[in-house]
Every structure is written in C-alpha cells, then in structure tokens.
C-alpha cells in the first residue's frame, strides 16, 4: 500500500482516506455544523469554486480540493500557487543569467526553476559558489520588485483563502526569499489573510526538505495530520509529504472556469 492515495486533487494520507468528510459535505446555508476547533463556515453559497463539475457531485466526492471539518490548518505555496509569480522570475534571471553565456529554456525552467538557490545557480553556471549565487540572488530581488505591477493573483485558490481567513489559521510557506514574497502580497492586498509567512529566509534546507513545512507547523502548533497544504510543483509536494502533511492539493490537476 503507498504512504499516500493520489486522488483526482492531490494526495489523502492513509488514516483520512475513510473517514474525513469534504466541508462541502455539510456547507449548506444556515445549517453550519460545528466540529472540534474547526469554526462553523457558515453560508456555503459565497463559496466561489470556480470548478467546471456538478455541486452535488462534488459535495459527495471525498476528493474535494475543499478543506475537511478535521483539518486544523491550511498552508498554501507561494509561487505558482497563490500568485502568478513564475514569468517574470524567468524574465530576471534570463537578465541575469546572459552575461554567464546562458539562456533560459522551456525544458531547463520546468526541470530547475523550483530549485533551491545554490543548486538552482550552478544548474545554470557550473562551479558557481554560494557568494555568487548569493549576489545574484539580490540582484534578482531588486529587478523582481521592479514588476510587482505585473503580477496576479491565482484566483482560485486565493478564493480559498479568503473564504477561510479567520475559520482556520493560514499559513504561506515557500522557498522564495521575504523580500520577495512581502511586496507580492502586499502589492496583490492579500497579506492580512495569513497568520504565518515562512520563507527560505528561515531554514537551512529548502524544499524539497520538510524543514519549512515542519517550522510552520511547529509556529501553528498544529499536528502535520491535520494540515491541508496546496502546492503546484513536484519539489513542494514532495517536502510537505517528507513533513508528514495529512492531504496535498496539486493545484496543477485543478479543474478551473
């Protein structure tokens, strides 16, 4: 038996695969139910969905990108996820990369562009040393935070957190750096929303490690059973599995509008 079921919307930890129920499940206008430390959600018409099937199909479909009544916390990924951030950090680096004689393609983006910083570097520019990486990582913030106005929101899963702040505690945890992530948020207006932000700033090992997983949960104090986390690459699934994470949505496989 694998350690995690892949269903249609990501990954469902083997002792939830049963028994957890979808909140779409009991969402239903004036009837919230109340579950132990999850507060009621309580009118299921202003959840948007944005989903391209039948709502009573989904409301039965234990697969639901939707949190369960049991979880305790949601963690979103930041890049790719949250927010639309992916073109124009290909944009900085291909800049920053061309004096070193190299250019960004499709293949090395999908295969690299989720690295951490130093492997993601010399991938690019063998036997390139961490102050390098470092220096150009700095200039890569600089010339990033000079597009802000270009980057948006992926709507759908903003939509969920959203309609979820101030049910459960939320969460950002991702390896871009915080001098990044903080203007995208404040830029896009969806700072407020998150209880917690946990960037590469704050561990040793990035995804996909579990460490950063495994400091926001610590700081949440929530068990990794209990989490929910989206992702949308095969490195941040995998460091939230490594960290033990009870269910992970690939928003990737997401059937949107």
């Known amino acids: 038996m694998r350690e995690h079921d892949v269903g249609y919307w990501g990954t469902i930890a083997p002792e939830r695969r049963h028994t ?11 009837q919230a139910k109340r579950f132990s430390g999850v507060r009621p959600f309580r009118e299921a018409a202003s959840i948007d969905l ?81 102050e390098l990486a470092g220096e150009l990582n700095l200039q890569a913030i600089e010339l990033f935070n000079d597009h802000l106005h270009v980057i948006e929101p992926i709507e759908h899963v903003v939509t969920i957190a959203q309609q979820f702040h101030g049910k459960l505690p939320l969460a950002v945890v991702t390896g871009s750096y915080r001098d990044v992530v903080i203007p995208v948020l404040d830029a896009i207006g969806i700072t407020g929303l998150f209880d917690l932000v946990v960037t590469a700033d704050d561990v040793q090992h ?52």
């Open 50 to 130: 944005h989903v391209d099937c039948d709502w009573l199909t989904l409301m039965n479909d234990s697969r639901t990108y939707l949190p369960y009544p049991d979880d305790l916390a949601i963690l979103f990924d930041f890049d790719g996820t949250l927010v639309d951030t992916m073109p124009v950090h290909r944009k900085v680096w291909d800049v920053l990369f061309a004096p070193y004689g190299f250019q960004i393609t499709d293949q090395w983006w999908a295969d690299c562009g989720n690295l951490p910083l130093h492997p993601y570097v010399t991938s690019a520019i063998p036997n390139a040393s961490a």
């Open 206 to 257: 990035s995804k996909p490690a579990p460490d950063l997983y495994q400091l926001a949960m610590h700081r949440m104090s929530v068990a990794a059973g209990r989490c929910l986390v989206y992702e949308d690459s095969e490195i941040g699934v995998e460091s939230a599995r490594l960290a033990g994470v009870g269910r992970i949505v690939d928003i990737r496989t997401w059937p949107v509008d």
């Open 20 to 30: 957890a129920k979808p909140y779409s499940s009991w969402l239903f206008p004036g």
